[in-house]
């Protein structure tokens, strides 16, 4: 089980959404999502594909416009950022076109104008961290280092908000980790929102974590207090025991075998959960709560909610 | 204006190839077309012939390129997260076309006047600058096309459907009612300044706001303007305006009369029109010019018939263009195009006859006479001028817009040996009139000095024009306009449609 050193998050909201929808013709992409990022967090927004991530996130970045609702981004409406205003914002997106024909010596030279806040040491310390080849294309460059290279691009300029939208997709994990250590020197001074498949390397990072499902958003917490509430539950009986036909929303995935029971406990607590087994299946032999990792967390509610469906 | 800049820079550095590629491309272009003002044709007039259609090319590519670089269709471009503000990043782009087009091809057009031997003037450099923004235009067209377009290859496709489009507008253009251009050059502006209005918008929308589907479905509307604005002309009451009757004890320019068939007498007939359109009947009644002020020329800018016939029957051809010039005293066979079922139902019963012209008379006493020389000769309101090879043109080269002129010339004063001096009749003149280019300070293109062939053959083919020969060059200038009209009550139609069908050239006696 990972340890996640929490840092103290204020109050304040660095991104809020109110009731937001995206429909693409005869697709909803988002299905009112109400989403608040705090300030000073790391939020991880995961989901299955197609549940709305990217679509949120350039609803956030202003790359296109919503349907209804309403989304607010460092105090300001979504729709008002361009311009000076990304000069707060850092973003890097796994399939953002970068221009290819030049190298990445000229590409730094020519976005630090465009920033107040560029950090010349900054930049020469995350292009030895990153170890950017400097006089080379960035078409010539592997997707790994492209991926560097942007976000080199993006931590120059200390932003307040930190945009990554599936930044690990494809990288090698030696390259992730760079990345990842890159991000966590930013974030003392940084919100950061990403969006990633990738939960191993998320556990590790995130500080909240928010689950989007169907352009939805089934749950928005803490990594600790989300990990602390899953547990998965193993009983052991002498007999196979009667499972009765109503049990409690919190229990997934409930399968038994002859004489042992598991299930999915999402919101655990130690004495209710074993009263509760005790009253709907009866004395056991024994009950085992393993903590789950959020890989096993976001299998099991992307399988119940296909169950559902 | 430092992010304007830098912009700027970044598209040199990237597009220095396109760049140097299209300034070379000038260049040649310079140092070729000079060569297409004379006889004969050479590989440097071809190499100049080939880059008139190969610079445009090159500067379509530009502006595409440039426009795409950031481009505005798509939601993964990385600059859409950066912190460009829209308005410096249009600028930068409007900065790069005007230095790497507009500024080379005007250095090109200064240097071509100068080179054809017409040095910059007032007047010569607001045509120079009128053609500036004629280019501007263009280039205006091309860049929102490039901006609500993904690539070149999706470009080229919109520039193919373009084409499709115009050949369709003229079509249609056909279908609708026509009036006579000269009395509509309000409409006639508006055809062209709505869309390019609409496009400079939708261009600043696209920058502003990136909503494709938006842009293209208002370009879409765009195209439409054309036909609206030609649908919603009012045709007759701007030829009214244009073209008044003449007020109440005033004459009109001209009188024009019928001349009934078998009426007796020698009279040189001019045949208007030369070909039959494929399906219709024409009928050539005869008219006769009178009362023409002397030194006048009258040119019908348009023409209207009315038919009416037996039982309350009315026939309106409209206002439709023509291109006539009448003399005093002149007799003319003036055609009429009728649809085949029209002329069987009227063909041998008596019907009244109204034709109508919208004239502007012409003052024709501003002559220049010069002796055609060997050497290269100055036209005083034309240009420069030279013999041709062939003894028989003279070419002329001149500055940004042709004038209307009338050239003239006699068999009898021809300097050439050989040439049949016998009788001095005016039927032995040669005269051709060309009219004045009428849209703007500038004819339209990439060089400012254009040629014209200036033909006095005189049906043989000795040459007339030999060093000496005297040519009279009449510029004519507009002192007014008016409608006039004669009718002709009884007419057979039967009895004045033309027989032959391989059509019969001006200037043919009878």
Redesign the interface.
Same mark, same amino acid.
Do not use: A
């Given at each position: 089980m990972s340890t996640i050193t929490m840092k103290p998050v204020t109050m304040s909201t660095v991104i809020r959404t109110d009731n937001l929808v995206k429909k693409f013709r005869r697709v909803d992409a988002l299905n009112g999502l109400n989403l608040e990022v705090p300030q000073g967090a790391i939020y991880a927004l995961v989901g299955p594909n197609g549940a709305g991530k990217t679509t949120a996130i350039k609803i956030l970045m202003n790359i296109f416009g919503a349907t209804s609702g309403r989304a607010e981004v460092l105090g300001m409406d979504s729709k008002q950022i361009s311009g000076k205003a990304l000069t707060s914002i850092g973003y890097v997106s796994e399939n953002q076109q970068l221009p290819n024909w030049v190298r990445v010596d000229a590409f730094l030279a020519y976005l630090r104008p465009f920033y107040p806040s560029w950090d010349r040491e900054l930049e020469n310390q995350l292009v030895r961290q990153l170890a950017l080849p400097l006089d080379r294309k960035l078409s010539d460059l592997s997707r790994g280092m492209r991926m560097k290279a942007a976000l080199a691009s993006a931590l120059a300029y200390r932003p307040r908000l930190i945009v990554l939208d599936e930044p690990f997709s494809g990288l090698d994990p030696l390259v992730r980790d760079e990345l990842i250590e890159s991000m966590l020197e930013r974030a003392e001074e940084a919100t950061i929102l990403i969006s990633s498949h990738d939960l191993a390397e998320i556990e590790n990072l995130a500080s909240h974590v928010g689950y989007l499902d169907q352009g939805r958003l089934r749950f928005s917490e803490e990594m600790p207090a989300l990990v602390e509430r899953f547990r998965e539950v193993e009983i052991t009986f002498d007999a196979a025991p009667a499972v009765p036909g109503k049990l409690p929303a919190s229990w997934m995935r409930l399968s038994s075998s002859a004489a042992v029971v598991q299930f999915i406990e999402s919101q655990f607590d130690e004495q209710r959960t074993s009263a509760e087994i005790r009253n709907l299946l009866g004395e056991a032999r024994s009950v085992t709560f393993t903590p789950m990792s959020l890989r096993s967390i976001f299998l099991a509610m992307a399988k119940s909610g296909r169950d559902a469906a | 204006m430092? @992010?304007i800049i /830098?912009i700027f820079r970044?598209d040199v550095? /990237?597009l220095w190839r396109e760049i140097a590629a299209s300034l070379a491309l000038l260049a040649i272009y310079v140092w070729s077309e000079p060569a297409t003002w004379g006889y004969p044709e050479t590989a440097r007039s071809s190499i100049a012939a080939f880059l008139t259609e190969l610079l445009p090319i090159s500067w379509w590519l530009l502006v595409v390129r440039v426009v795409q670089?950031e481009s505005l269709v798509g939601?993964? @471009?990385?600059w859409?997260?950066?912190?460009?503000?829209?308005k410096k990043l249009l600028a930068a782009k409007v900065l790069f076309i005007a230095a790497f087009v507009n500024v080379p091809l005007l250095i090109a057009q200064l240097s071509l006047l100068w080179l054809g031997g017409f040095p910059p003037t007032l007047a010569r450099v607001t045509g120079i600058l009128w053609m500036q923004l004629m280019w501007a235009l263009v280039l205006l067209v091309l860049a929102t096309l490039a901006a609500v377009t993904t690539g070149i290859g999706q470009m080229t496709l919109v520039m193919l459907g373009i084409g499709a489009y115009v050949a369709l507008f003229s079509f249609l253009s056909d279908l609708l009612p026509q009036g006579v251009p000269r009395a509509e050059g309000i409409p006639n502006a508006l055809v062209y300044a709505v869309p390019l209005a609409m496009c400079a918008g939708i261009a600043v929308w696209q920058y502003a706001r990136r909503q494709t589907a938006t842009a293209r479905l208002a370009l879409v509307g765009t195209a439409l303007t054309p036909f609206l604005i030609g649908a919603a002309t009012p045709h007759r009451f701007l030829l009214d305006r244009a073209y008044p009757e003449p007020a109440a004890m005033q004459l009109a320019p001209a009188q024009i009369s019928f001349i009934p068939m078998n009426t007796p007498g020698n009279r040189s007939i001019y045949w208007q029109g030369t070909t039959r359109p494929e399906g219709l009947v024409v009928i050539q009644p005869e008219l006769h010019v009178t009362g023409l002020a002397a030194h006048s020329m009258l040119l019908a800018d348009g023409n209207r018939v009315e038919i009416e016939g037996p039982g309350g029957f009315r026939w309106d051809s409209g206002w439709g263009p023509d291109r006539l010039r009448l003399h005093d005293q002149e007799y003319f066979r003036f055609s009429i195009m009728l649809e085949p079922a029209l002329y069987e139902r009227l063909k041998d019963v008596p019907v009244k006859l109204r034709i109508s012209f919208a004239m502007t008379d012409f003052d024709t006493q501003e002559t220049h006479e010069i002796d055609v020389s060997e050497d290269e000769f100055p036209v005083k309101n034309l240009g420069l001028c030279g013999l041709s090879n062939h003894r028989w043109d003279i070419t002329c080269r001149y500055a940004l817009r042709l004038p209307g002129y009338i050239a003239a010339t006699s068999a009898t004063q021809s300097t050439c040996p050989g040439v049949d001096r016998v009788g001095s009749s005016e039927g032995a003149k040669n005269e051709i009139w060309q009219p004045a280019y009428e849209s703007g300070p500038a004819e339209f293109g990439i060089t400012p000095v254009h040629t014209i062939n200036i033909s006095m053959m005189n049906g043989t083919n000795k040459p007339l024009l030999c060093a000496g020969t005297p040519v009279r060059f009449t510029f004519p200038r507009e002192t007014g306009r008016a409608r006039t009209s004669v009718e002709i009550d009884g007419i057979q139609l039967s009895d004045y449609r033309r027989r032959d069908d391989t059509g019969v050239p001006a200037g043919t006696a009878r």
């Open positions: - | 430092k @992010q /830098h970044k550095r /990237h670089d939601d993964r @471009q990385f859409v997260t950066r912190p460009y503000e829209w």
